[in-house]
């Protein structure tokens, strides 16, 4: 289905951790080196490993940011249960168990000398990261925050401009991303997405309504992350080439599609 | 050191092959294991028409093990054919078909469309918790899995294996219906029915609500169980259930397994299988076992 772009073999590493910090309530911004970073696309995932084996499964995490050159890749992730909590305790030079790259990323080919907005919410902005990093053509962020707790504001502000919204109104437009783009009248020839399934929602519709291609980066609960087990699965309007059943493996044909092709 | 196993005839170059419904037909895990140094590969189960599967989420983790219910998602035996035997064929290993029906008469025409395959083994899943029609209805009850079991050897150029469902009172008497039916092997167990609610949101962490549970949760109930099969019947036992190491592998083995299986650990780590194979080498080399078989059923009190 998805076919951004090539995949290049997965493998478990051994990795060493450079740096981990807190940079909003819960936000934790870890950096660590594999030669992973060498060949990881914008949009694609990478899973760790718990340590503790009661939390069985890897969690899979979007990739926010690389240096291709010298081994370094950025995640920054939520708290949200006992695997990223764990995760939020890691310090410079822990060992860690990673599982990657996985899935495949955002279309960049298609960002060739155009405009393009990256829409994201909350812990989707992550990813808009390297993709706007690598981008080939303009770029404008419009992401949305529950408050002013704007993280990764300056990282987003070097690549393109930034335009808030926030649900309690204390920075930017008070409402959601798509109230920020009407009020600002903000166009582009091509969106990338990545954020909750109701922000996904709106902008698959926006997208619809302007004629817009838009490329959504979608999340399920996983087990294998490699497509095997069949665990996260998304509704799709053509059959699926895996299963030929209108479901669609997130973790190996996705994470991200264009958002015709998936039913939401 | 001999690690050869032979099931029903069917030679295995060791004992170790994957669960079926962990390790897809083996695409996806190719990246990470030779498929060549495998006993065998259990595919994901096949049915004779695609299935769809359940709603998600599909899988939910639980402490020390996971719950899913897939429920049997896959393209059906035409794109089986076409797509995954081939590509299984290209390894030496040993290809076990899973299959699944909502009928008899599902599960005898992809048995019938195995016939002039190059499949080793047909395993035969009556015992999925997940899905509404078929599966376990047939293998939680002794008398329904005798006669599916008749049927489906009636029509089968393989071996069958009959994979049973822990989710019952008396594996002993489950494991001698099929035995009694005519099934070459016995495989077990499939997952254990379990539930999760997550409280914060106050609902069902499934949306099929009840789930398969699997991983290294439910080792000693799948390895009391493989015990009780084969003080029961004379074929052949394939174990699993929460296999993580060579440790694990040996205990089902000693327990009277002749082969095992990797399930959820796969997911846990990629390379499990390869780990237990060299791990089970390890252990007869410091035991000085020279034949894997003098391990099969060998504790005692």
């Known amino acids: 289905m998805s076919e951004f772009g090539q995949n290049t073999a997965k493998s478990k590493q051994e990795v060493f951790v450079i740096e981990q910090k807190e940079i909003a309530p819960d936000i934790f911004d870890l950096w660590i080196e594999t030669t992973m970073a060498q060949h990881a696309k914008a949009g694609q995932f990478i899973s760790i490993y718990p340590k503790d084996k009661s939390t069985l499964l890897p969690r899979p995490i979007s990739i926010c940011e690389v240096n291709r050159e010298n081994d370094r890749m950025r995640l920054v992730y939520r708290v949200q249960g006992a695997g990223t909590k764990e995760f939020s305790s890691y310090q410079k030079g822990d060992k860690i168990s990673i599982l990657g790259n996985l899935g495949n990323g955002f279309p960049i080919e298609k960002t060739k000398e155009i405009k393009v907005m990256m829409i994201a919410g909350g812990i989707g902005i992550p990813p808009m990261l390297q993709a706007a990093k690598d981008a080939l053509g303009e770029v404008i962020f419009v992401v949305g925050y529950r408050d002013s707790n704007l993280f990764l504001k300056e990282d987003m502000e070097r690549y393109g401009q930034v335009v808030i919204a926030t649900e309690d109104g204390s920075y930017g437009t008070k409402g959601n991303v798509i109230d920020a783009i009407r009020e600002q009248k903000i166009s582009a020839d091509v969106i990338f997405s990545c954020g909750p399934m109701p922000m996904l929602k709106a902008v698959k519709q926006y997208a619809q309504e302007q004629g817009i291609p838009a490329y959504i980066s979608l999340e399920e609960r996983m087990a294998c992350g490699v497509g095997a087990c069949l665990g996260c699965v998304c509704k799709t309007k053509e059959v699926d080439h895996h299963s030929y059943v209108h479901n669609t493996r997130i973790c190996a044909d996705g994470p991200v599609f264009d958002a015709k092709e998936v039913e939401i | ?301």
């Open chain 2, 1 to 301: 050191m001999n690690t050869t196993i032979k099931i029903a005839g069917i030679e295995m170059k060791n004992p170790v092959m994957t669960a079926s419904g962990t390790f897809g037909s083996g695409m996806e895990y190719s990246e990470f294991v030779d498929l060549n140094r495998l006993g065998g590969v259990i595919t994901k189960g096949v049915s004779n028409v695609p299935w769809v599967g359940n709603p998600t989420p599909r899988v939910a983790e639980t402490y020390g093990g996971m719950l899913n219910a897939i429920g049997l998602q896959n393209p059906g035996v035409d794109v089986f054919l076409e797509r995954d035997l081939p590509f299984l064929n290209q390894f030496h290993t040993v290809s076990v078909i899973n299959v699944c029906g909502k009928t008899v008469e599902d599960y005898v025409e992809v048995v019938e469309r195995m016939a002039d395959t190059s499949i080793g083994m047909l395993e035969i899943n009556v015992s999925c918790p997940n899905v509404k029609e078929g599966a376990i209805a047939f293998g939680q009850n002794k008398e329904a899995l005798y006669h599916i079991t008749k049927e489906i050897k009636a029509k089968a150029k393989q071996p069958v294996i009959m994979k049973l469902s822990p989710n019952v009172t008396d594996i002993g008497e489950m494991a001698k219906a099929a035995e009694a039916a005519g099934a070459d092997a016995v495989s077990l167990i499939n997952t254990i029915t379990g539930m999760k609610i997550d409280i914060h949101k106050r609902m069902f962490a499934l949306a099929n609500k009840t789930g398969g549970l699997s991983g290294p949760a439910i080792k000693p109930v799948a390895v009391r169980m493989v015990y009780q099969a084969a003080q029961a019947v004379k074929i052949p036992i394939i174990g699993m259930g929460g296999i993580a190491t060579a440790d694990d592998a040996i205990e089902f083995i000693l327990a009277g397994a002749s082969g095992v299986c990797v399930g959820a650990m796969n997911f846990v780590n990629p390379y499990t299988t390869i780990e237990v194979i060299d791990g089970i080498e390890a252990y007869m080399k410091k035991y000085n076992v020279a034949d894997i078989h003098d391990l099969i059923g060998a504790v005692h009190s």
